[in-house]
């Protein structure tokens, strides 16, 4: 049972256009989201987080948007640039639990071309 | 500051050996996890140590065992290996005081069973 779902394997976006990665959750236990970014033959690297008393967290080029009652949170990179070229993973945890495990999606292989 | 140190990167068993594979967190994080990454699957929960104790494990058989020492580092031992468990085997700290679920990675341990 996949509790967190990231249904868009790969996107493909132009160098200075928006780039926006999905995500779905299916526990409503969840209250705390992540988006870690993966390049490869590397760890994942934390990217931002939000806590689920917002909707809403933005660090300079990225922005996590969470809508509660949907269960979805999105990642918007704006301008991409060809860097940001990786995976995407997208986990979520109950942080009221006081533990450190995560449930991550499968992932999104972003790719920006000039 | 060093890194997570993941030993070995590479390694190469057949199926029904054992594998041991080693973590040494950064330095003063006292929280290590692991987790399984196979293509389509994501990133797997496999266990989470803190201070030398279990604090939480993952739905992986119970050929999957870990460990922790006083040091903080960390093992993961699989005994009987099948050729499903051909992974990236990932492990993470993280530091007390830092955002929940911010998680630092090492660049895994590829295992490869044939």
């Known amino acids: 049972d996949q509790q967190v779902k990231q249904n868009s394997p790969s996107l493909s976006v132009q160098e200075g256009r928006i780039s926006i990665l999905n995500c779905d959750y299916t526990?409503?236990?969840?209250?705390?989201f992540l988006w870690y970014k993966k390049y490869p033959a590397e760890g994942p690297t934390f990217l931002i987080s939000?806590?689920?008393?917002?909707d809403k967290n933005e660090d300079g080029r990225f922005t996590v948007f969470l809508n509660k009652s949907a269960k979805h949170l999105s990642l918007h990179i704006v301008p991409s640039q060809p860097g940001d070229s990786a995976v995407y993973f997208c986990?979520?945890?109950?942080?009221?639990?006081?533990?450190?495990?995560?449930?991550f999606g499968t992932g999104t292989r972003l790719q920006v071309f000039p | 500051k060093a890194g997570v140190t993941q030993t070995p990167r590479y390694l190469i068993k057949t199926r029904g050996q054992q594998v041991t594979l080693s973590c040494s967190p950064i330095?003063?994080?006292?929280?290590v996890s692991w987790y399984q990454q196979t293509p389509g699957q994501g990133l797997q929960f496999l266990f989470e140590?803190?201070?030398?104790?279990?604090?939480n494990k993952g739905n992986f058989p119970g050929r999957f065992s870990g460990r922790q020492f006083s040091n903080s580092r960390s093992e993961m031992n699989v005994s009987t290996l099948e050729l499903g468990d051909s992974a990236l085997y990932l492990c993470?700290?993280?530091?007390?005081?830092?955002?929940?679920?911010?998680?630092?990675f090492g660049e895994g341990s590829r295992l490869t069973v044939l």
């Open positions: 986990a979520a945890s109950a942080i009221s639990g006081n533990t450190d495990k995560l449930i």
């Open positions: 526990n409503s236990m969840f209250d705390y």
């Open positions: 939000i806590s689920s008393i917002k």
């Open positions: 330095s003063g994080h006292r929280s």
């Open positions: 140590y803190f201070s030398e104790t279990q604090r």
């Open positions: 993470a700290s993280n530091r007390a005081s830092g955002p929940p679920g911010e998680l630092f």
